[in-house]
């Protein structure tokens, strides 16, 4: 039986050498992509989660229970709370600045004030490190949490007179407004989460999502 085991074993990874594809031998270096250019989406409006359901629900094609739409964690519209038509986000690589964080919506009111959260996990190649002491290694930092808005005095994006806002600052700035080194703005950046935020109240107006009515 382990004659044949290992043969099959031997056979597949021939096989798979056959085909042109490498086989990554224990403990190499895990290589980090080439190209991610930027993170974009489309945000839909926040709601409170449902749990438990509280109400039954008759209508066709839909779960037979849910919760009437709250919004106590959540922005709800009522003031001071956001409206809000449509909002896009995105997370862009550029230039020296080593990245943009950009969003562009309407429908809120003249002078809401917006910012953009971002959960961000950062890995950087070429590290030196302590205790031990090695040098050129991968490190992957901590999860920092940041809000990024363009005014100096703010930290938030601010809709015009016709509702819009149409804002974007540089994501070294981003970190630095947050007191973060902005070494996290270059590496292999994860985007763990993100969030359009009413200034006004600390509360979730949008998150990303699609509209599919």
């Excluded at 086989?23 to 270096?29: E, L, Y």
């Excluded at 709800?76 to 449509?86: E, I, L």
């Excluded at 947050?178 to 969030?195: F, H, M, R, V």
Aim: some cysteine.
């Amino acid at each position: 039986m382990m004659t044949r085991t290992l043969g099959g074993i031997g056979a597949l990874v021939a096989g798979v050498i056959g085909l042109g594809v490498a086989v990554q031998p224990a403990g190499a270096a895990v290589l980090l992509p080439t190209k991610a250019l930027n993170y974009t989406t489309w945000l839909a409006r926040a709601m409170d989660p449902c749990s438990p359901a509280t109400v039954s629900v008759a209508t066709t094609n839909s779960p037979a229970a849910g919760c009437l739409q709250s919004n106590t964690t959540t922005d709800d519209s009522v003031s001071p709370g956001a409206t809000m038509k449509f909002a896009r986000l995105a997370v862009r690589k550029s230039g020296n600045h080593h990245g943009r964080v950009s969003v562009f919506g309407s429908g809120f009111y003249a002078g809401q004030r917006m910012k953009v959260q971002l959960i961000i996990r950062v890995t950087k190649p070429g590290q030196t490190t302590l205790h031990p002491h090695q040098v050129g290694k991968s490190v992957t930092f901590q999860d920092v949490s940041i809000a990024c808005g363009n005014s100096s005095i703010t930290g938030c994006f601010t809709a015009n007179l016709n509702g819009a806002v149409a804002g974007s600052m540089s994501l070294e700035d981003c970190l630095t407004q947050n007191g973060e080194p902005i070494g996290l703005a270059t590496g292999n950046i994860q985007i763990l989460d993100s969030a359009l935020v009413n200034c006004d109240t600390g509360k979730v107006i949008a998150t990303p999502g699609i509209l599919n009515f």
